[in-house]
């Protein structure tokens, strides 16, 4: 999956969008986490009903997007609830494959949009992209140059270098290195690396993701002060040098 713009969306003060994601399934809400990190954007998580009026209560998000199925009470309650507080907030619902009805009574009870799982990250985020410029709650900014430590990334051409010297990158080198770029000091998951750069499910291929940061590592950190580093079990991290 790749981003295809360096666009970013911010809040029309400059601020962050904020978006709070919300299911009972720890591992989708991480996973939700790491696409709408990758654009910039902060991220509440809640598991439950009430942990995500709570959660909106205190950060009045940009956008929601929210399961139907909740272990207390469903996502149309919690909708209600928030839009008592926050009546134009945009809600995208997360719906089961095959519950029509669900996705019905979604947008008939209010909501703006809804996926259906499993659904794909890119175009998740494109909907709320489209819904926050809808509601006028956000506006595009340019951001082309990332930098960690003495490493920069532009995304306009492509072009990468650490301490002036440039390097050449496959297009799968570039598209791995830019989701570390945009994720410094954080670790990944192979499956969410798997996801973000090749798009594949859970359970997909780690070696891949072996290989590739090998390559990334003989280009990135030959003959310097390593920036990609292993956590055994757990995945990888993008930290500057020491001595930047």
């Not at 809640?46 to 139907?68: M, Q, T, Y």
């Not at 719906?95 to 009805?101: L, P, Q, S």
């Not at 990944?188 to 290989?211: C, H, P, T």
């Amino acid at each position: 999956m790749t981003q295809t713009s360096a666009e970013v969306f911010t809040r029309t003060d400059g601020s962050p969008i904020h978006v709070l994601a919300v299911d009972d399934e720890p591992s989708l809400t991480e996973l939700l986490s790491m696409a709408f990190r990758y654009e910039g954007w902060q991220v509440t998580t809640a598991n439950s009903g009430l942990a995500a009026v709570r959660a909106a209560r205190d950060i009045k998000p940009d956008a929601v997007v929210l399961d139907i199925m909740m272990p207390d009470f469903d996502g149309l309650e919690v909708m209600r609830r928030i839009r008592d507080d926050q009546p134009g907030v945009p809600v995208v619902f997360l719906t089961a494959k095959d519950a029509v009805a669900d996705r019905v009574a979604g947008l008939t009870a209010g909501g703006d949009d809804y996926v259906t799982k499993p659904f794909s990250l890119e175009e998740l985020v494109a909907r709320i992209r489209a819904l926050l410029r809808r509601a006028g709650a956000a506006r595009v900014a340019s951001e082309s140059v990332l930098r960690v430590g003495d490493l920069v990334l532009d995304e306009d051409s492509h072009e990468v270098s650490r301490d002036g010297d440039e390097i050449q990158l496959t297009a799968t080198e570039y598209e791995l290195l830019r989701f570390m770029m945009r994720n410094p000091k954080r670790v990944l998951s192979k499956a969410q690396i798997l996801d973000r750069v090749w798009n594949y499910d859970f359970g997909g291929q780690a070696n891949i993701v072996e290989l590739y940061v090998s390559y990334l590592r003989k280009k990135i950190d030959s003959g310097r002060e390593p920036m990609i580093h292993t956590l055994r079990g757990v995945g990888y991290v993008l930290r500057p040098g020491k001595g930047v």
